[in-house]
C-alpha cells in the first residue's frame, strides 16, 4: 500500500518506515532520479578511501598536464608480468 506524505517548501519526509526498508540511517546521502516522470530514490554508492585518493591523484596529474608513467618504478618481475 503506497504512503502518503506531503511536501513542505520543497521537501518530503520519507519516515522511518521508508528510511528503514531502504537501508538509509539520518544523515546518509541518497540519490534521487526521474524514470518516466517517477522518482526513484535509492542509498547513495559511496567509495572507499583508496578509490578517492587514486582518483585525487589521476585529477592532479591531468589537471597539471603530466603524463608520467607512475607505475615505472615497479619491478613486474616479481608479480609475473
Same mark, same amino acid.
Given at each position: 500500500?503506497?504512503?502518503?506524505?506531503?511536501?513542505?517548501?520543497?521537501?518530503?519526509?520519507? !519516515?522511518? %518506515?521508508?528510511?528503514?526498508? +531502504? /537501508?538509509?540511517?539520518?544523515? =546518509?546521502?541518497?540519490?534521487?532520479?526521474?524514470?518516466? !516522470?517517477?522518482?526513484?530514490?535509492?542509498?547513495?554508492?559511496?567509495? =572507499?578511501?583508496?578509490? +578517492?585518493?587514486?582518483?585525487?591523484? +589521476?585529477?592532479?596529474?591531468?589537471?597539471?598536464? /603530466?603524463? %608520467? =608513467?607512475?607505475?615505472?618504478?615497479? =619491478?613486474?618481475?616479481?608479480? /609475473?608480468?
Amino acid at each position: 500500500m503506497p504512503i502518503k506524505r506531503k511536501i513542505h517548501a520543497g521537501q518530503v519526509c520519507l !519516515g522511518k %518506515e521508508i528510511l528503514n526498508a +531502504l /537501508g538509509i540511517k539520518d544523515g =546518509d546521502e541518497v540519490e534521487l532520479e526521474i524514470k518516466k !516522470g517517477e522518482a526513484v530514490i535509492r542509498p547513495a554508492k559511496t567509495i =572507499d578511501k583508496d578509490t +578517492l585518493e587514486l582518483i585525487k591523484i +589521476l585529477r592532479e596529474s591531468r589537471a597539471s598536464g /603530466g603524463h %608520467e =608513467d607512475y607505475f615505472e618504478e615497479y =619491478d613486474y618481475e616479481d608479480v /609475473g608480468g
